[in-house]
């Protein structure tokens, strides 16, 4: 069982910028593809970035050029940095890993208005 915590949400101009970050559970943290997804009501959740256990990365097309992923395997935690923030980024982020299975954070809001 890998658990998830996300944090770094909240509320932001448009053009501004937040870092989520997504701590994890277990021994094996280096081993895992790790990822971000986003969600807004009455839609499929949507990749936004994705960190493979090599570093590898590869984002949505929307975010590409704004948001940029990172892990530090020493602490057990995958980033999304997001810059250029727009309204349409508004959404509820989780954090997903994938090792023999997938697991999912609870979720953070990001909110960008003015």
């Known amino acids: 069982q890998v658990h998830l915590v996300e944090s770094g949400g909240g509320k932001v101009q448009p053009g501004g910028s937040l870092r989520l970050s997504c701590a994890a559970s277990g021994r094996l943290f280096n081993t895992y593809h790790m990822g971000w997804y986003r969600q807004v009501p009455g839609e499929q959740r949507e990749l936004v970035a994705r960190?493979?256990?090599?570093?590898?990365?590869n984002y949505a097309d929307s975010v590409k050029g704004r948001f940029a992923i990172s892990r530090d395997n020493a602490k057990n935690t995958v980033y999304l940095q997001m810059n250029s923030l727009k309204p349409e980024d508004t959404a509820v982020y989780y954090c997903?890993?994938?090792?023999?299975?997938?697991?999912w954070g609870q979720g953070t809001q990001v909110t960008v208005s003015s």
């Open positions: 997903n890993a994938v090792s023999t299975y997938a697991y």
């Open positions: 960190i493979t256990s090599d570093g590898t990365t």
